[in-house]
C-alpha cells in the first residue's frame, strides 16, 4: 500500500477552525475507506470518522458530529477533515488511515492497516 501523509495541524483558540488532508502517495483498487483517528498520550486511539471509496459512504462519532466534516478529493487522492467550533478536548495528534475491507466497526483502528505519521491539533486560548 501507498503511503499517507497528514497535513494541517496546528495550535488553535476554542472555537476556531482547521483543515485536515491525508495524502494517499498512490490509490489502490484495495482501498474500502480512510478513516480519521486522534489519540491523547495514556489513552486509546479514536476513530473521529471515516469516508468509503465506491461510493461516498460517512460518518462521524457522536462528539464531533455537526462541527467536522469529511471529504474526498479523487483527483488528488485526498481526503480532508474540516474540523470547526473546535473545543480544547480536540486537542490530540490526528492520524489517518486506510482499510482494505468493509466488515467490523469503521471507528476501530484496528481494522486499518495502514497508517499516516500523525498532525498534531491543539486547541487552548
Same mark, same amino acid.
Given at each position: ?18 483543515r485536515l488532508?491525508?495524502a494517499?502517495?498512490?490509490? +489502490?483498487?484495495?482501498?474500502y ?5 486522534? @489519540?491523547?498520550?495514556?489513552?486509546e486511539? *479514536?476513530?473521529? !470518522? ?6 461516498t ?9 455537526g462541527?467536522f466534516?469529511? +471529504?474526498?478529493?479523487?483527483?488528488k487522492?485526498m481526503?480532508h477533515? @474540516?474540523?470547526n467550533?473546535?473545543?480544547? *478536548?480536540?486537542? !490530540?495528534?490526528y ?5 482494505t ?7 476501530d ?7 499516516g505519521?500523525?498532525t ?6
Amino acid at each position: 500500500q501507498g503511503q499517507l501523509v497528514e497535513s494541517g495541524g496546528g495550535l488553535v483558540q476554542p472555537g476556531g477552525s482547521l483543515r485536515l488532508s491525508c495524502a494517499h502517495s498512490e490509490f +489502490s483498487s484495495d482501498y474500502y475507506a480512510t478513516g480519521w483517528f486522534r @489519540q491523547v498520550p495514556g489513552q486509546e486511539r *479514536e476513530g473521529v !470518522a471515516y469516508i468509503t471509496w465506491a461510493g461516498t459512504t460517512m460518518d462521524y462519532i457522536d462528539s464531533v458530529k455537526g462541527r467536522f466534516t469529511i +471529504s474526498r478529493e479523487d483527483r488528488k487522492n485526498m481526503v480532508h477533515l @474540516q474540523m470547526n467550533s473546535l473545543k480544547p *478536548e480536540d486537542t !490530540a495528534v490526528y492520524y489517518c488511515a486506510t482499510r482494505t475491507y468493509g466488515s467490523g466497526s469503521f471507528f476501530d483502528a484496528s481494522r486499518y492497516d495502514n497508517w499516516g505519521q500523525g498532525t498534531q491539533v491543539t486547541v487552548s486560548s
